[in-house]
């Protein structure tokens, strides 16, 4: 390989904001400031659309202070794009690249950005202009492969696990159904999250269902009927994507004109029709008087003061990992082994092909779901409970003996 050129670089954000996304960001400026090879660094302003708009800020500006509060800020710093570029575009962002002589490019997503920048890689090797381009890994679905999980999803889980612990007290103060309806299109690790609060053997959610396992509408009330008949109330978190038996997503059939973002992905998140129809099916079926429903929608992704340590400081360290790749390496993704759990929880960064990471998606394996495909199995806890950090201790006095 070459010697890394002297040149100038760009970053940017994409797709959706995450509560660590910017430490990462943060992570990639403090790293570059390190390399003399690296003259100046943008910031691209909404992703991908700011770079063919040549929209750019100085990064190298920003003091160490703002630095620190920039870390500690949820959402996207330099705002984010959902354009999903094509060769005609990727051609316009490298027009650009040429003018300001721009042979880095560091690119913080999920699997779609990741395969944004592997077609400028590709491109700009087509062309001979040597560029190095790198993905540094975002998502709270975490659903990216090879890595081990995602930068953005324990800071996500953190939320959504203590969303589900005051729920839960609310629920035992006023018994009755409750239904949550999570992040998650096509994986479940974020819904299967809101367990990790639990503290009491009778603690909701109660049932947990995820877009691997399908659930029919007879199947989904009679474990709710099962879990009220014991309980007298039942919490109850549903991720976005779940299928019935057909493998049709349940909010996929309950829109009448499903709308759809540009990789052709109908939207989820943005509407509460799929917690309003499963709480009419509970309340017209099973006769339960006190019903409720809430769709997190946007709230899990950019919460601020509840990051997760070891997220955040997960998420800066792939930014500076990927400038130091970057001085060695033409291409490639960030992603994160294991090494240990537990209280010895323990992980090392390594480099992956772009190729490996691009437009792909990873679910939750087998292990993590029960059998009866409406609950989490220990060994999901066991992966996830060190991703999240301390939570709440809460205390309930119903149960105490009365006098």
């Known amino acids: 390989m070459a010697d890394a050129p002297k040149a100038n670089a760009v970053v940017g954000q994409s797709g959706g904001p995450t509560g ?24 691209a302003v909404h992703a991908v659309a700011g ?12 003091s160490a202070e703002t630095l620190e509060v920039v870390a500690a800020s949820p959402s996207s710093a330099i705002a984010t794009s959902r354009d999903k570029p094509d060769k005609e575009y ?14 880095y490019f560091f690119y913080i997503g999920g699997n779609d950005s990741a ?14 202009f040597d560029i190095r381009s790198f993905h540094i890994p975002k998502t709270v679905d975490n659903d990216l492969l090879v890595t081990d999980h995602c930068p953005g999803f324990g800071t996500a889980a953190k939320f959504v696990a203590c969303a589900l612990m005051g729920d839960d007290l609310d629920n035992r103060a006023l018994p009755g159904v409750k239904i949550d309806v999570i992040m998650g299109r096509d994986a479940g690790f974020l819904t299967a999250a809101t367990v990790l609060g639990k503290q009491r053997d009778d603690d909701g959610p109660h049932l947990v269902y995820v877009p691997e396992r399908p659930v029919s509408m007879d199947k989904f009330l009679a474990d709710v009927d099962t879990v009220c008949k014991k309980l ?5 978190t549903v991720s976005e994507g779940i299928c019935d038996a057909d493998g049709v997503t349940w909010a996929k ?21 799929l ?8 309340k017209t079926n099973l006769g339960v008087n006190r019903v409720r429903a809430d769709t997190f929608g946007y709230l899990q992704r950019s919460f601020p003061g509840i990051q997760s340590p070891v997220d955040v400081a997960e998420a800066r360290w792939c ?3 990927a400038v130091q790749f970057a001085m060695s390496e033409d291409n490639g993704s960030v992603a994160i082994k294991r090494l240990a759990g537990g209280a010895d929880y323990k992980v090392e960064l390594f480099r992956t092909e772009l190729s490996n990471v691009a437009e792909k998606t990873k679910s939750m394996p087998d292990e993590f779901i029960n059998a009866e495909g409406n609950g989490v199995t220990d060994a999901f806890i066991e992966y996830a409970m060190p991703l999240i950090g301390d939570l709440p201790k809460t205390e309930y006095l119903g149960g105490y003996p009365r006098v």
């Open 20 to 43: 660590v996304i910017n430490a990462s960001l943060v992570g990639v400026i403090e790293e570059a400031k390190k390399h003399p090879e690296i003259q100046n660094l943008y910031g």
């Open 51 to 62: 770079m063919v708009n040549d929209d750019f800020i100085d990064l190298k500006k920003l």
């Open 90 to 103: 990727c051609a316009k962002i490298l027009e650009v690249f040429k003018k300001r002589n721009i042979r």
């Open 115 to 128: 395969n944004t920048a592997h077609i400028l890689n590709t491109m700009a090797d087509e062309i001979n």
């Open 232 to 236: 007298n109330r039942c919490v109850i």
């Open 253 to 273: 059939k309950l829109a009448e004109q499903a709308e759809t973002d540009a990789h052709g992905n109908v939207q989820l998140s943005g509407t509460g029709a």
């Open 275 to 282: 917690a309003d129809f499963l709480a009419g099916q509970v």
């Open 319 to 321: 930014g500076r990992h």
